[in-house]
């Protein structure tokens, strides 16, 4: 089955520089990423989202690129705000249109944004 | 966006009684549910998957009997932890898909202590 593996477990970052989280998976029939956002307490947010037909996609500050045949991809996030502080999980998963999508979720990366 | 909401969002039972958590897609049919187990500073693991009208998928080590799913509508699946014991003290978090989408969106979770 799909493993995906996340790097770093906790990261710190001063406000106004870059954040960037890397993500593995094994399947190669993966072809939708999702990135989701948690803050304490709280459910997963996902905040953006990449298809496997696509290198790159951007929404503001926040960057998703993806590498099918390493099978990697990355979370890009600009300009870093102490706002952005929260655990990050990336996610894998086959999506085929007629059936429910069985997500696997990478381990989290915990981001604080220092002030 | 695709909203999904639970309830309720926090509960303390005494060891032995049952728990009945809901969670409900609020703009959008879900024709598939899915059931998260989240312990502290760990990732979510996927406890069972349910199609609406027909009985829950349970992932390998959750006790379908314990945990008891049902999807009776396009809007509503329930989540009764039977018996609940100290070690099944978790965050909860249920997410929802639509028919043909690719992206679960998540409830704000439901974090049980049972004393």
């Known amino acids: 089955g799909e493993n995906v593996e996340q790097h770093p477990s906790t990261l710190s970052v001063q406000e106004g520089d870059s954040a960037v989280i890397k993500c593995t998976y094994s399947?190669?029939?993966?072809?939708?990423f999702p990135w989701y956002k948690q803050e304490l307490g709280k459910g997963p947010q996902l905040i953006i989202d990449?298809?496997?037909?696509?290198g790159e996609k951007k929404d503001q500050r926040i960057a998703v690129t993806l590498n099918k045949t390493a099978k990697h991809f990355s979370l890009h996030i600009t300009e870093t705000q102490p706002e952005d502080s929260a655990v990050y999980f990336c996610?894998?998963?086959?999506?085929?249109?007629?059936?429910?999508?069985?997500?696997?979720f990478g381990p989290g990366t915990s981001l604080s944004v220092i002030p | 966006g695709a909203v999904v909401s639970q309830h309720p969002s926090w509960v303390i039972c005494k060891s032995g009684t049952s728990v009945k958590i809901e969670c409900r897609s609020l703009?959008?049919?879900?024709?598939?549910m899915f059931w998260y187990r989240q312990f502290p500073k760990q990732s979510l693991m996927l406890m069972a998957t349910?199609?609406?009208?027909?009985?829950?998928?349970?992932e390998q080590g959750v006790e379908k009997d314990k945990f008891l799913i049902n999807h009776a509508s396009l809007t509503l699946s329930t989540l009764t932890v039977t018996s609940a014991h100290p070690e099944d003290s978790s965050f909860y978090i249920c997410?929802?898909?639509?028919?043909?989408?690719?992206?679960?969106?998540f409830g704000p979770g439901t974090r049980l202590l049972v004393l």
């Open positions: 997410s929802a898909e639509g028919r043909n989408q690719e992206t679960q969106y």
């Open positions: 399947d190669s029939a993966s072809n939708y």
């Open positions: 990449i298809r496997s037909n696509v």
């Open positions: 996610a894998a998963s086959i999506s085929v249109k007629t059936s429910y999508d069985k997500v696997i």
């Open positions: 703009d959008f049919q879900a024709t598939t």
């Open positions: 349910s199609n609406e009208g027909s009985k829950a998928t349970y």
